[in-house]
């Protein structure tokens, strides 16, 4: 937009918590939204970097360098190298990424940056920044990786942590080929213990048979199979180790790890070892750090500086594995960030909460913050009009701040709320704040340090959405939720008391505010969506306007606060799309579409007086331009009207000029990613913009500078800002200083009336209009316990209404008060009349029945579904437990006993299971028909040869006695002949039909018993009944026996209901009901005719209803006594009575004779019928105890043959587990050979590299040899003695640090980072320089000409130049030499991987084929026919193999053992005599021979006794003779020892004149050892270099001298040893020539014997 100009960023302020980083010694940066700023923490200034990028990823930053680098957020990023402090972009690196980097770290060793991707690959690559390209990467590095650090001492080492794991990289290089390779460190458990590292899977299997434990990977047995197997059960079978937090890196190379749990662990990264140097779990960790989670920590010259969860800081020393506290530093708040400056003076620390510390250990005790920003996200921000240009914004903690002109916080106020707007006055200096509980709070501003709360009104009980000032400060409009517009008066001396308010058609969206000072008018616009949807557009304006005057009159809003009508002028319109945000001009609306993403600015009708407040006007879009590609969008316009600002979604702040807003300048404002932009707002002046982000947590202040502006020159924006600052100077000065003199608020505030006024209303208890005198409508306009104004409007309404209407309302209080006293008579007299006489409201009774049907078809229609849901559950499981099993379970029990016995449940057999019989059949069929006639043949003579014990043998052999029992099924195969796994399933298939047809078969008997007991039992029933009749004929009352089938034997029972079971009534429906009646009925009229028969009726009257009379009745057959007995004593009978009492006598006797006789018929009857039940009974308990037998022997067979399809199916699963293992061994070994493809070519390429730099090394050799020898050529012109000097001169080197080269210990990698070829340069530029002090011509010889000396330090130049060339290809070919020699080591591994995998197919495959030969077979002995060794049946031996014969066999070995044992006992006992003669005789035979030694013994030393002269001569002399010869012996040695004491005192003299010679010789020898000391650094130095010029110059010569050399030796050696081998010859010879001389100079007296 070249009209307007361009936005350029003036401050911006913000701390998001993310990574900070030193760039210089006293410079820190870190990302604020999408900027980077960088604060100096000496003058606590802050600059702004505008990122090229429009979202920042990672940052980080090299302080020694001066070097920072970020990532950009989007597709395909890129990562940006800038030096500071030019800022100057070095390199951008375009890499593989596809979505983000997750971390950056730049190494201290060289122009190396390292990045890790995110998702989906998981890339770790190191770059070389300075050229921009990558030296080496590693794909699917670690999903988890949050950041990397370089190792300050190697760049080759780089750590990578993770959230659960660590790794450290190594980074190996050949010349300019690098590659990575991880570590990965094993963290310990959180208990403290290290968890063992998972060994590698064994290729070897076990020896043993594979039945229970075969030796076979968890993949394997689990069947997963894959590269991601191996993953899978790792991370199921790993165990939770400790989270690492931070790592620093040590100065010898290894790092300090801290985690979560409080462990701080000391891993070196070479052993891959772990040291635990703290554990807050053991009883004497120090009680300062077990609280501290070592969240972060740097490594310093003073200790090890740790931080954590408390606010402190600790400066710790490690020793060893010692650490002590030797410092602490307390703080206000935790920090989570804690660093060392590159000068290593400054210890930065950072909180989570926006502050930023520095801490000098050396200089002092304390902090010192140098930065204190909220973390919170900014929620709106607003200009002050003040001269200062000062600013207001609000976070959403709740936190108001002021910020000055350049970015620093003036003060702060927090308001312990949840805020939701801000506003600005123009004419005085507060900012009205509103919350989401529907208050609005007045902050003075005055006191920029100390903002104060003046002012509160409560205006909704809902969230205040919108506050917005006139731009002259008349009003303050609010809007909420709800349709209320409330206008209140903005001057403070008025007490910001409220006006009034207005409703509006909809739900408001947007408001915005015009003043037009010519018409004294202020216009408001309301964007309005439908109230009963939730869209967040609108397509209704409603402008209202306002005059400018004071609404103060009474007749500017009604009783209720609602704005009168000629007051506030209302005008609607209506658009054609709907509107997300708009603002209001002079005339004209700006608004944004969201649906269609565009500007448009719609024009209103300026003759507006005709038009009535009721009617919509259709508004159509004058001008409509482009707007944000993310909506929704936000508008803000200039005070001036001139400039519109648009913020988005996308981030970018656009600028347009309202007269045509085709063009626009934009700027991009915040982070596209993180929200975009929440609000934009302009300054008084139209300059200077403030935006706020949506979650990047930072406020952005734009200056907008106008193209081609001259500073003599003033613009319109400029003219506009001057004549409304002039016109409200008058104001302000009358206004503020009522603000500043209002007190804080709740400090005896006026406002505190209003406040108490709105608490006096309060909701009351629950009222009875029958027992309560107030009014029952009172309690239904109870406001809430907080009103808002606009309620407290309406209770003082409702006072004054009461107030007003007093005596009206006593006198209707009066006839309530009767009404009620009649009402209440009327309820006590209704008591006690039936409730069909209050039937007064028959719709309401019809409601509330069919309230109550409704309620009852609610309820029935639950139970129902609840009855269904039982029912469903009902007949899934009768359907799958009942009805699916063909023959259900139950038993027989024994009559006379617990005995019982139980059926096998079966179900049928599915479609499936007899096809695969069917086709098993089959298969068997076609094999035995596929049998040859002789193997028929020689099968039936073995039948013939082995019919003895077939039977046994039979049963033995099968493993089962199925065949005993007569269900074997012909098709099952001879478990002898089971190879294949097809066999065994088919086995397996073919027994289960076995057990199949046991269990029918046993079935088939049960059933048989069941019926037979169930016809026993109707016996029993019927032989009981009898009894009972018999037992009533006897007048007998015994209980008898009669039995019952249980559940356990009819289980159909169990799943019916009968009606006696139920306690409760049925319910019968009324249709139910009905016919119940109808049925009773029928039964009486049947009963009823079967009465008016009269044949029957006579029989039972006349003989009880029988046609005879039955033998039974005789017992009840009585004769009646003649009546004179009764009447007459027996004396005063007649003849004629005694004799008819005689035949009464006679009678009865007979009569009781017959009874007795039945009676005793009788009880033998029921005696046969008892003794008939329990026969009967007790035959049925034999035939259960048979069927129980069969039973037990159906089910042995049944487990037998269960367990041989348990080894068979056994057998089956481990052949798939090694079929499984053995694909993963396949796989394994592809990997490995196409690795080892690579490797090889690998290997094979960087040995010809090596091959053709050695070439190259060679030449370069031979030229430098050259140059050494031609240098006498050179000087050919030169006297001798000047080119000797010269030449010392040409040998003589500067002292410079050398390049130390590589040793062959590939494992020491923490020394490579000498080997950089950076150094290379440096070493030659350090070496030219020193050069030039030799070449001076101070130090040419005096005779020398000039001309010669130039010509000499040419050369010598040159040489210099060729051997530090010579010493750099020296270093560059150990290098390769090393990494070919690690690349060897890799493809041998891989090789030896190859032959581990080969051998362990191999052996598997063999243990393969000896499973599939060795079957298990399951033989069954008789008890007390096993023989097994005694042996401990454990883990080693459970697999012993035994060996079984047949009886026959190992009886006829125990006969001939016995017939053999006889034998050998009699002649034990033979030998037993004999040889105890023997031992008689042996020893005898012995003392007799010690005798023979002994006096041969005393024989042989009287024989070789011998005498020497001098003992001979004493024993010849006498005792006197011997005592003088003694003398002269004694006197004789007294004078050699004078003698030699005399000569040794002479010796001792010479000696010390010797010393005392030799010492004054070391005293001269340690003067010149002294002098030669002080030269001898220098002569080594000379010493080493010519050695290693003559090394390198005559290598050739000493590998032919040593050829020599070592030839000569070896000649020599062999001509030693033939000397040694004839030497030893002859001494072999002497020493046998000395055994004859000594045989024949001294013999034995026996060796005369012999002879």
Aim: include cysteine; charged fraction near 30%.
């Amino acid at each position: 937009m070249e009209e307007i100009g361009s936005l350029e960023i003036k401050w911006i302020q913000g701390f998001t918590n993310k990574k900070i980083e030193f760039v210089g010694n006293k410079t820190v940066c870190y990302t604020c939204g999408n900027h980077i700023c960088f604060l100096n923490l000496e003058t606590k200034t802050q600059s702004v970097f505008r990122a090229p990028a429009r979202d920042i990823g990672a940052l980080t930053a090299n302080g020694n360098i001066g070097i920072f680098a970020f990532s950009e957020q989007k597709l395909s990023p890129s990562i940006f190298v800038y030096i500071f402090p030019e800022l100057q972009l070095k390199n951008e690196l375009k890499g593989t990424a596809q979505l983000d980097y997750t971390s950056l770290a730049l190494s201290d060793g060289g122009p190396y940056l390292g990045c890790c991707s995110s998702l989906p690959d998981y890339t770790i690559t190191v770059w070389n920044w300075e050229n921009a390209e990558p030296i080496c990467t590693h794909p699917q590095a670690g999903t988890d990786v949050i950041s990397l650090v370089f190792n300050p001492l190697n760049w080759l080492q780089l750590c990578a942590l993770g959230t659960t794991s660590l790794t450290v990289w190594h980074i190996e290089k050949s010349v300019s080929f690098h590659v990575l390779k991880p570590r990965v460190i094993q963290l310990p458990a959180t208990d403290g213990s290290f968890v063992e590292r998972c060994p590698p899977t064994p290729h070897n299997l076990s020896n043993k048979l594979p039945y229970y434990v075969p030796g076979v990977p968890p993949s394997a047995i689990s069947g997963l199979r894959g590269e991601t197997a191996p993953g899978v059960m790792t991370t199921l079978s790993a165990r939770t180790t400790v989270t690492p937090s931070a790592i620093c890196w040590t100065a010898t190379s290894e790092l300090y790890v801290g985690c979560a749990e409080g462990f701080l662990l000391l891993v070196d990264p070479e052993s891959l070892s772990v040291a635990v140097l703290f554990n807050p779990t053991t009883a004497d960790a120090n009680p300062e750090l077990r609280q501290c989670n070592f969240q972060a920590f740097t490594l310093s010259r003073n200790g090890l500086f740790v931080v954590g969860k408390e606010s402190a800081v600790h400066c710790l020393q490690i020793k060893g594995t010692q650490i002590t506290v030797t410092q602490t530093w307390k703080l206000e708040r935790p920090v989570i960030t804690v660093m060392e400056s590159p000068d290593n003076e400054t210890l930065l620390l950072s909180s989570n909460t926006g502050q930023i510390y520095i801490l000098n250990p050396t200089l002092s005790d304390s902090t010192e913050k140098v930065l204190d920003v909220q973390s919170s996200n900014f929620l709106t921000a607003a200009p002050m009009h003040t001269e200062r240009n000062t600013c207001v914004s609000l976070r959403d903690s709740g936190e108001l701040q002021l910020w000055s002109s350049d970015g620093t916080c003036l003060g702060s106020l927090c308001l312990q709320a949840e805020v939701t707007s801000l506003a600005c006055c123009p004419m005085a200096h507060y900012a009205a704040v509103g919350t989401a509980s529907g208050d609005v709070f007045f902050i003075d501003l005055n006191k920029e340090e100390q903002p104060r709360l003046v002012h509160q009104v409560h205006l909704y009980h809902t969230a205040v959405d919108h506050l917005v000032f006139d731009q002259e400060g008349h009003y303050l409009l609010t809007s909420g939720s709800d349709l209320h517009v409330f206008v209140l008066n903005a001057k403070p001396s008025m007490r910001f008391s409220v006006i009034g308010y207005t409703d509006v058609p909809g739900r408001i969206l947007s408001l915005s505010t015009q003043c037009l000072r010519d018409l004294e008018e202020v216009k408001v616009l309301v964007l309005c969506a439908d109230h009963e949807k939730k869209n967040e557009d609108g397509s209704q304006l409603t402008v209202l306007s306002l005059p400018a005057r004071s609404l103060t009159g009474p007749d500017s809003v009604d009783r209720h606060g609602r704005l009168s009508a000629h007051v506030l002028k209302v005008f609607t319109y209506k658009v054609p799309r709907p509107l997300t945000s708009c603002v209001l001009g002079v005339n004209e609306v700006f608004a944004y579409c969201h649906r269609n993403k565009t500007i448009q600015r719609f024009q209103l009708p300026k003759d507006t007086d005709s038009v009535s407040s009721q009617r919509v006007l259709q508004l159509k879009p004058e001008q409509e331009v482009k707007g944000h590609p993310l909506g929704p969008v936000s508008l803000s316009l200039s005070p001036h009207c001139l400039w519109l600002a648009s913020v988005g979604r996308d981030g970018l702040l656009r600028i347009r000029k309202t007269a045509s807003m085709e063009q626009y300048t934009e700027l991009q404002c915040h982070s596209c990613r993180l929200g975009g932009v929440r609000s934009v707002s302009f300054s008084a002046d139209g300059r200077t913009l403030l935006t706020v982000g949506y979650s990047d947590g930072s406020l952005v202040c734009s200056h907008l500078r106008i193209k081609g502006a001259d500073a003599k020159k003033v613009d319109a924006p400029t003219q506009y800002s001057q004549s409304v600052a002039h016109s409200l100077k008058i104001i302000f000065n009358s206004e503020n200083p009522f603000l500043i003199d209002l007190p804080a608020w709740g400090q005896g505030s006026p406002g505190d009336s209003e406040k108490t006024d709105g608490s006096e209303v309060s909701g009351g208890a629950c009222v009875d209009v029958t027992e309560q005198d107030e009014s029952y409508s009172s309690l239904l306009r109870a406001p809430p316990s907080h009103p808002t104004w606009l309620e407290c409007r309406r209770q003082a309404v409702v006072k004054e209404d009461n107030k007003q209407y007093f005596e009206t309302k006593k006198i209707m209080k009066e006839t309530v008060r009767e009404l009620r006293d009649t009402i209440q008579k009327m309820l006590r007299e209704n008591e006690n009349l039936p409730e069909e006489h209050f039937n007064l409201d028959v719709e309401e009774q019809k409601r509330f029945e069919a309230m109550v049907e409704q309620e009852v078809a609610k309820v029935r229609a639950e139970i129902e579904q609840e009855i269904v849901e039982k029912c469903y559950l009902h007949d899934v499981l009768k359907r799958e437990c009942w009805d699916s099993v063909m023959v259900k379970g139950r038993a027989i029990k024994a009559f006379h006993s617990e005995l019982a016995v139980q059926n096998f449940p079966q179900k049928e057999r599915t479609e499936k299971e007899l096809e695969d019989l069917h086709r098993v059949q089959n298969i068997r069929n076609f094999e035995k028909a596929a049998c040859t006639l002789s193997s028929l043949k020689k099968s039936t003579q073995k039948e013939e040869q082995g019919e003895e014990g077939h039977g046994a043998e039979s049963a033995t052999l099968t493993g089962s006695f199925s065949a005993q029992l007569g269900y074997s099924n012909p098709d099952v195969y001879d478990q002898f002949i089971l190879q294949t796994s097809e066999q065994r399933i088919t086995q397996i298939i073919l027994l289960q039909d076995v057990i199949y047809r046991i269990k029918t078969a046993f079935n088939t008997e049960f059933e048989a018993l069941h019926q037979l007991k169930v016809q026993e039992l109707r016996r029993i029933r019927d032989r009981n009944k009898h009894i009972r009749e018999i037992m009533m004929d006897l007048d007998m009352n015994q209980e008898l026996w009669e039995p019952s089938l249980t559940d356990g034997e009819w289980p159909e029972r169990l799943l019916t209901v009968d009606n006696s079971e139920i306690k409760a009534e049925k319910y019968l429906t009324p249709e139910q009901q009905k016919e119940e009646e109808r049925r009773k009925l029928e039964k009486q009229s049947r009963l009823a005719a079967q009465g008016d028969d009269i044949r029957e009726r006579a029989l039972d009257d006349m003989m009880e209803g029988e046609l005879e009379v039955k033998k039974v009745d005789i017992l009840k057959m009585e004769i009646p006594l003649p009546e004179f007995v009764l009447s007459k004593p027996n004396i005063h009978w007649s003849e004629e009575e005694k004799k008819v009492f005689k035949e009464y006598e006679n009678k009865t006797k007979d009569l009781n004779e017959e009874k007795e006789q039945y009676k005793r018929s009788l009880e033998i009857e029921m005696k046969r019928l008892q003794e008939s039940t329990k026969d009967a009974t007790e035959r049925f308990d034999e035939r259960v105890t048979t069927l129980l037998e069969k039973k037990v022997k159906c089910t042995v067979a049944i487990y037998q043959e269960e367990l041989k399809i348990a080894y068979l199916v056994d057998s089956v699963i481990t052949e798939e587990k090694m079929r499984n293992h053995e694909v993963e061994l396949r796989l394994k070994l592809e990997k490995t050979l196409t690795y080892k493809g690579e490797t090889g070519a690998e290997v094979k390429r960087h040995e010809d590299e090596v091959l053709r730099f050695h070439e190259e090394y060679d030449s370069i050799v031979t030229h430098d040899k050259v140059l050494d020898k031609d240098f006498r050529k050179e000087f050919f012109d030169v006297p001798n003695h000047l080119v000797d000097n010269l030449y010392r001169l040409f040998k003589r080197r500067p002292r410079v640090q050398k390049i130390r080269t590589q040793t062959n210990n590939v494992t020491n990698l923490s020394r490579e980072h000498r080997l950089c070829s950076s150094l290379a340069p440096d070493a030659i530029n350090q070496m030219l320089k020193a050069m030039e002090e030799l070449d001076a011509p101070e130090n040419m010889p005096e005779v020398l000409n000039p001309s010669v000396w130039e010509r000499f330090c040419v050369i010598r130049r040159a040489k210099v130049q060729s051997e530090q060339k010579l010493k750099t290809k020296a270093l560059t070919l150990a290098e390769m030499q090393a990494f070919l020699q690690r690349r060897r080591d890799e493809d041998n591994a891989v090789q030896q991987e190859i032959r581990n995998i080969s051998e362990a197919l191999e052996s598997l495959h063999k243990k393969k084929n000896r499973h599939l030969k060795n079957t298990m077979v399951q033989v069954i002995l008789k008890q007390g026919q096993v023989e097994v060794s005694t042996i401990d049946l454990t883990a080693d031996t459970v697999e012993t193999d035994f060996i079984l014969y047949h009886r026959s066999v190992v009886d006829k070995l125990r006969g001939i053992i016995r017939s053999l044992a006889g034998e050998k006992v009699a002649s034990m006992e033979g030998r037993k005599e004999i040889r105890k003669s023997i031992i008689q005789l042996e020893w005898e035979h012995k003392v007799m021979k010690n005798k023979i030694e002994d006096f041969n013994d005393k024989m042989r030393g009287i024989k070789m006794l011998r005498l020497s002269e001098d003992q001979q001569d004493m024993t010849c002399r006498s005792k006197t003779d011997q005592n003088n010869c003694m003398s002269e012996k004694v006197a004789l040695l007294e004078k050699s020892i004078a003698l030699m004491k005399k000569t040794h005192q002479k010796s001792m003299q010479q000696r010390m004149k010797t010393i005392e010679r030799i010492n004054k010789k070391a005293a001269l020898k340690a003067e010149k050892n002294a002098t030669l000391g002080e030269q001898l650094p220098d002569m080594h130095v000379t010493v080493a270099e010519l050695r290693h010029i003559c090394e390198a110059a005559a290598a050739e010569e000493n590998e032919a001298a040593k050829r020599g050399e070592r030839y000569q030796e070896i000649v020599q050696r062999r001509d030693l040893e033939d000397f040694a081998r004839a030497q030893s010859e002859n001494i072999d010879a002497l020493w046998t020539e000395l055994g004859h001389l000594t045989v024949r100079n001294f013999p034995s007296l026996d060796q005369l014997k012999h002879n």
